[in-house]
T-cell receptor, first 111, second 114 residues
């Protein structure tokens, strides 16, 4: 089955800096979604990008998708300590039958 | 506001015990999912259900069963708990099979099997 894999596994930055996380996957997708998980909690949906889109914005979040490279990136601008969390990408195929999460990137934003 | 609740945040059980994890959603969603989350492995799908009394195996169904008697409730059952089932269990629901529908997650149950 296809699998999203985030890179890096862990990222530590100072408040105010930008954070970039990458996701790679293996097979054709319909869409790719990014989720956030605060420590010990459930996941919260952040943003979705479809396979025919290249870039999407939501507040301080910017997501890009390169289907030729089978990769996506999540950029968080002007990071805050409250952005400290794990971030997961999830891919969905064209049949809606495979919704696969990667292992996540743990982001620490230091005040 | 959408809500998915799980019966326990923390649970400690002994090897061989039967364990029930309950999940309830109040959004009238068709689809419900059970995942387990382990460090370095991300979320892995155990079972999902697309309708009442319907269930499908996910990637790692061994050692688990599920029950969906009502639309809003999806239960995960560990018939005989083992130590390798110590994990974080996450329930999620989703409106339908429309591509791009968001999954809504519960807060998770951290299960420890001794």
């Amino acid at each position: 089955s296809q699998q999203g894999e985030e890179d890096p596994q862990a990222l530590s930055i100072q408040e105010g800096e930008n954070a970039t996380m990458n996701c790679s996957y293996k097979t054709s997708i319909n869409n790719l979604q990014w989720y956030r998980q605060n420590s010990g909690r459930g996941l919260v949906h952040l943003i979705l990008i479809r396979s025919n889109e290249r870039e999407k914005h939501s507040g301080r979040l910017r997501v890009t998708l390169d289907t030729s490279k089978k990769s996506s990136s999540l950029l968080i601008t002007a990071s805050r300590a409250a952005d400290t969390a794990s971030y997961f990408c999830a891919t969905e195929d064209n049949y809606g039958q495979n919704f696969v999460f990667g292992p996540g990137t743990r982001l620490s934003v230091l005040p | 506001d959408v809500k998915v609740t799980q019966s326990s945040r923390y649970l400690v059980k002994r090897t061989g015990e039967k364990v029930f994890l309950e999940c309830v959603q109040d959004m009238d969603h068709e689809n419900m999912f059970w995942y387990r989350q382990d460090p370095g492995l991300g979320l892995r799908l155990i079972y999902f259900s697309y309708d009442v009394k319907m269930k499908e195996k996910g990637d790692i169904p061994e050692g688990y069963s599920v029950s969906r008697e009502k639309k809003e409730r999806f239960s995960l059952i560990l018939e005989s708990a083992s130590t390798n089932q110590t994990s974080m269990y996450l329930c999620a629901s989703r409106m339908g099979v429309g591509l791009g529908d968001t999954q809504y997650f519960g807060p998770g149950t951290r299960l420890t099997v001794l």
